[in-house]
């Protein structure tokens, strides 16, 4: 939304006059840019950043294996590469599918679209990086057990094996450094924060946070005790997710550098957008 105001006045001058007979006018305007609150990425639920083309299994949005793989609520974009191995359906409800290049469109329904070169910008993803010197932010070195609500910065990696458990509510988890690791025999059961009340230093939305410095791998897989629910934010990364038996596992958005889906169970990413991560509602001097 764009405010404009216009201003007209008139001057009353005294010495001006013995120059200029007529009237002194300024007219001046500003225009103020209102931004609503968007969610990252436009809306879309699976984001490879990575812009290159394909090269084997490598780059921007890949899906493989003998499962099928359903996205509901929002769509799948890469900048780059959009591919299928032909042994799997992808299905998209209530979104589009759009990859810079891509292979095998008709493994997609809706047939996968090329993008024409359009690109997701910078601003459409910028999150703003957790505060761990907050008094009320956790420092730690690992993750296991029940998590209290808050900002959890881990040093380490996150890696979870068979039997292992971790359920946190209301918590963000900040990985600067580390890598991704949960095995599908690991119960896992972590969500977001809710916007309000402010959860700060945790971010409203954001469940796993990869900054985009962290090139470590995140590989997920899931099993039907175990759900993911909020946006896995890992701009730099490659970021695999392994089909579960759960249909709510993923109840999240995915933004990666690239992005791997597969597996021998069938994976579902479900994506509702008052459960992630939302850019603020912002003003700014336009003009």
């Known amino acids: 939304i764009d405010i404009t105001v216009q201003i007209s006045s008139t001057t009353h001058t005294s010495f001006m006059q013995l120059f200029f007979g007529g009237q002194l006018r300024n007219n001046v305007e500003a225009v103020t840019r209102v931004r609503p609150r968007t969610p990252l990425v436009f809306g879309n639920a ?77 601003n459409s993803y910028n999150v703003p990086t957790p505060n761990c010197s907050d008094p009320n932010a956790h420092n730690v070195s690992s993750l296991s057990g029940t998590l209290a ?20 509510h209301d918590v963000t988890i900040y990985i600067p450094n580390g890598e991704v690791r ?11 924060p809710e916007p309000s009340p402010d959860p700060a230093p945790a971010i409203p939305g954001i469940v796993i946070y ?40 993923f109840r999240a958005q995915v933004i990666g550098w690239n ?11 479900v994506f509702d957008e008052n459960k992630q991560y939302s850019k603020p509602a912002s003003l700014e001097l336009y003009k």
Do not use: K, W
């Not at 699976?46 to 921007?60: D, K, R, T």
């Open 259 to 269: 992005v791997e889906v597969g597996g021998t169970a069938d994976t579902y990413v």
């Open 182 to 192: 949960i095995n599908g025999g690991a119960t896992v059961q972590l969500d977001a």
């Open 210 to 249: 990869l900054p985009s410095s962290n090139h470590h791998a995140v590989e997920i897989t899931g099993n039907s005790g175990s759900y993911f629910e909020g946006t896995i934010f890992a701009p730099g990364a490659d970021v695999n997710m392994l089909g579960n038996d759960g249909t709510n596992a």
């Open 149 to 168: 609500p808050g900002l959890y910065c881990l040093s380490g990696d996150l890696r979870l094996n068979a039997n292992d458990t971790l359920i946190g």
């Open 46 to 122: 699976v984001v490879a950043l990575n812009s290159a083309g394909c090269s084997g299994q490598q780059n921007g949005a890949g899906f493989h294996g003998n499962a099928n793989v359903l996205v509901n609520g929002g769509g799948i974009f890469s900048n780059g590469c959009l591919q299928s191995d032909g042994n799997t359906d992808i299905t998209v409800e209530n979104g589009g599918v759009v990859g810079q290049y891509v292979q095998n469109p008709t493994d997609f329904t809706p047939t996968a679209q090329t993008s024409g070169g359009m690109q997701l910008p910078p």
